[in-house]
Every structure is written in C-alpha cells, then in structure tokens.
C-alpha cells in the first residue's frame, strides 16, 4: 500500500467518525423544530414496516411546531401510534388530514441533560478518531519493519496522520460547541 493510500484511508476513517457524530447530534432535540427529529420513527403501512419519510411529508412551518401528513390518510392512525410509541416525548395532535406535534420548551435540568450527552457523544468521536490514528501507526511501524518504507518516511507520514487527527478531533469540538451553544439557547 502507498503512503498516499495509507494517509487517504486515515482521512476518510476520521471524516466518518466525525459524520456519525454530526448525525447523533441531529438526533437530539434542542427545544427548536426539525424533521431530523422523526427520522428514527416507524409506521407500519401496506404490511410492513417503513420510516415515516416514506409514507409522509414532514415540515416545521414554525420553530416550535412540526407537521405530518401522510399521502395516503387511512395511515394516519397508525403514523399517530408511531410518534406515540417513539421515545421523542412529543404528543401528537390529529386533525384528520394532519398531525401537529408541538415541540415544548426545555426545562434548564433537561437543557443541562442533553449537553451531557453531546458531549458523551462527542468524545466517543474524539475517541474513534484517535483509534484510527492508532491503527495507522501501527500499519506504518509494520511498513518500516518490512522495509517498505524508510524511519524518517515512517515519522513523516505519522506527523501527517497527527495532523489529520487534529483537525478532525478540532471539527468535532466545534461541533460540540455549536450544538451546545443551540441547547442552551432559550
């Protein structure tokens, strides 16, 4: 394997670990609305089970309030079971034609949970970054005990494989900063 395939494979390792964070943050309610927030429910339609993106159209005309409504209407009793059933807290309110769900406002103790968990989450990316940063040492010593690849080459691509892990553990602190600076915010 080349030192450009070693360093490239490291790169693309990192920048995944770092969009499973930014996905995991999505996920998380803040108090504000978005359809990020229904993408892990449910329904069952037509004789199976289909995520509710599949099955209807999802807005959040404001920022304290989100909409379903399924295509096809005879599914909303079951797309109404599905956010009920879902572990969001979110109670939805059916109309006939539509389901509002009003996102309420945290409480500061709530506020103060979800940051915990962000910044769980986020050193669980810090951690899977520098695990690829690990196992490219490592692949790098085997290269230089091989004699595939000289001891200064060894030290300079391994600075390179530092660098990338900086940068990528930088992006997930920022992240960090971003999403908790948007719970915290009232």
Do not use: C
């Not at 693309?12 to 996905?23: D, F, H, L, N, S």
């Not at 990020?36 to 339609?45: F, P, Q, T």
């Not at 037509?46 to 209407?73: F, H, I, M």
């Amino acid at each position: 394997m080349s030192d450009d395939e070693t360093i490239a494979r490291a790169n693309q390792k990192m920048g995944k670990a770092v969009e499973v964070i930014q996905r995991e943050f999505a996920s998380v309610r803040t108090g504000r609305a978005t359809t990020v927030l229904l993408d892990s429910i449910k329904v069952e339609a037509y004789g199976s089970t289909v995520p509710l993106v599949q099955v209807a159209s999802l807005s959040a005309p404001e920022p304290r309030l989100l909409v379903v409504q399924p295509w096809d209407q005879t599914l909303l009793p079951e797309v109404e079971k599905a956010i009920q059933k879902s572990d969001l807290g979110l109670t939805p309110a059916n109309d006939g034609t539509v389901i509002r769900l009003p996102v309420p406002q945290l409480t500061e103790e709530r506020r103060k949970d979800l940051v915990r968990l962000v910044k769980r989450v986020a050193e669980e990316g810090r951690v899977a970054v520098r695990n690829v940063r690990r196992d490219s040492n490592e692949e790098l010593k085997k290269r230089e005990k091989a004699k595939e690849i000289s001891e200064d080459e060894n030290r300079r691509l391994a600075q390179q494989v530092q660098d990338l892990t900086d940068e990528h553990i930088k992006e997930v602190d920022s992240t960090l900063a971003d999403k908790e600076k948007e719970i915290m915010e009232i």
